[in-house]
C-alpha cells in the first residue's frame, strides 16, 4: 500500500509556457500533500503543503503566482508552473500523508512520488 | 537554524557494514525517518523511530537514536551494491506533518 504516482515523470518545455504535474496516491486518502523541489546533489526543498479543498501553504521565498498548486479531491494534487523559465529546471517531488502504516504504527508518515524532471529550454 | 546535519559521502566495501549518522535539531521531534533515493527516482521510506525508543531493528537496518545528543545513525549490514543510493535523514516536528530533510549521504558499495 501508500503507492504515490506522479505524472509526467519528465517534461521538456520552451520558455514562456506552462506546465502541469500532477501527483496522485493511488491506494490511499491523502489528508496533506506536499510539493518538493530538488536540484541536482542538493536536498529537498519544500515549497508547499496542500490540504484537501483548501488553498496551499507556501513557503518563505516560494512565489504562490508562479508555483500554482491545486488540491481537488483527497487523492489528486496539481502543481502547475507559470510562464516557465530555465532557472525553473529542475526535479519536482510530491509527496502525500495520510496513511498510518499499521505495520509500523507511524502517523502522517509521507510517501514519496518518483518525481518529475522539468527541462526548459 | 532548521539544519539537519549529514556526512555528504561514505564508501564502503560490499559485505561490509555501513553505518550513516544525522544530527538533527528539534527536540520536540516525535518521529525521525530514514529515506532512501536512487538516482533520477523520488524517496523510499526504509525505516523509522519513534522518539521514546533507543533502537529499531528491522532486517539488515539498525537505527540509533541517542535524543540526548540529537544523534540518529542507520546501519546497513552486509551492505550490497544495490544499496548504492542517497540516503536522507528526516525529522518531523512534533505538531506538524512537515519534515526537515538532512542534506543527504551519497553512499557508495565497492564490490
Known amino acids: 500500500g501508500a503507492v504515490v504516482s506522479q505524472h509526467p515523470s519528465w517534461v521538456i518545455c520552451k520558455s514562456g509556457t506552462s506546465v502541469k504535474i500532477e501527483c496522485r496516491s493511488l491506494?490511499?486518502?491523502?489528508?496533506?500533500m506536499f510539493w518538493y523541489r530538488q536540484f541536482p546533489k542538493q536536498s529537498l526543498m519544500l515549497m508547499a503543503t496542500?490540504?484537501?479543498?483548501?488553498?496551499?501553504?507556501?513557503e518563505q521565498g516560494v512565489e504562490k503566482d508562479k508555483f500554482l498548486i491545486n488540491h481537488a479531491s483527497l487523492t489528486l494534487s496539481t502543481l502547475t508552473v507559470t510562464s516557465a523559465h530555465p532557472e525553473d529546471s529542475s526535479f519536482y517531488i510530491c509527496?502525500?500523508?495520510?496513511?498510518?502504516?499499521?505495520?509500523?504504527?507511524?502517523?502522517?508518515?509521507?510517501?514519496f512520488g518518483p518525481g518529475t524532471r522539468l527541462t526548459v529550454l | 537554524g532548521e539544519d539537519v546535519e549529514q556526512s555528504l559521502f561514505l564508501s564502503v566495501r560490499e559485505g561490509d557494514s555501513s553505518v550513516i549518522n544525522c544530527t538533527y535539531t528539534d527536540s520536540s521531534s516525535t518521529y525521525l525517518y530514514w529515506y532512501k533515493q536512487e538516482p533520477g527516482a523520488g524517496l523510499q521510506l526504509l525505516t523509522y523511530?519513534?522518539?521514546?525508543?533507543d533502537m529499531k531493528q528491522d532486517q539488515r537496518l539498525t537505527v540509533l537514536l541517542n535524543k540526548k545528543d540529537k544523534h540518529l545513525s542507520l546501519r546497513i549490514a552486509d551492505t550490497q551494491t544495490g544499496d548504492s543510493a542517497i540516503y536522507f535523514c528526516?525529522?518531523?516536528?512534533?505538531?506538524?506533518?512537515?519534515?526537515?530533510f538532512g542534506t543527504g549521504t551519497r553512499l557508495k558499495v565497492l564490490a
Open positions: 491506494d490511499f486518502q491523502a489528508t496533506t
Open positions: 528526516a525529522e518531523s516536528p512534533s505538531g506538524t506533518y512537515k519534515y526537515i
Open positions: 509527496s502525500a500523508a495520510g496513511e498510518t502504516d499499521e505495520s509500523t504504527g507511524a502517523p502522517d508518515t509521507q510517501y
Open positions: 496542500s490540504n484537501e479543498g483548501s488553498k496551499a501553504t507556501y
Open positions: 523511530i519513534f522518539s521514546n525508543m
